[in-house]
């Protein structure tokens, strides 16, 4: 059996530092990307993802934040990663939460 992924490409990243505006969250990062590249089957609040860096190496992660940002702009904020472990260029993937289409039977109709 065989798991379909969700895969989005960093745009941009904002690191979240101790006393960071009046925005009321821990030290982390908020990673911004094309909602397109999903079909806009986004991850949900507390969902585990993978963040793959162009370096190869990848640190698992857990979603804190879903926010849209215009038409297909989206970001997610990650609690306790640093700017450098989700650089711009880095991938997001996460488990889709759709389910294929099934093919239907043909039915038999007596006549």
Same mark, same amino acid.
Request: proline share 9%.
């Given at each position: ?17 101790? *006393?960071?505006? =009046?925005?009321?969250?821990?030290? $982390? ?5 094309? @909602? ?8 949900t609040?507390?969902q585990?993802?993978e ?12 979603? *804190?934040?879903? =926010?849209?940002?215009?038409?297909? $702009? ?5 609690? @306790?990663?640093?700017?450098?472990q ?23 109709v007596?006549?």
């Amino acid at each position: 059996m065989t798991m379909d992924l969700q895969v989005v490409s960093v745009t941009d990243v904002l690191e979240v530092k101790p *006393g960071f505006s =009046k925005i009321p969250l821990e030290p $982390g990062v908020v990673v911004f990307f094309d @909602g397109r590249q999903c079909s806009f089957d986004l991850p949900t609040i507390g969902q585990s993802l993978e963040v793959l860096r162009p370096d190869g190496t990848y640190h698992k992660a857990v979603v *804190g934040v879903i =926010k849209e940002h215009g038409h297909a $702009g989206r970001s997610i904020y990650i609690q @306790g990663l640093a700017r450098h472990q989700a650089p711009i260029g880095s991938v997001l993937y996460w488990p889709a939460t759709r389910k294929p289409s099934q093919p239907v039977a043909p039915q038999l109709v007596n006549a």
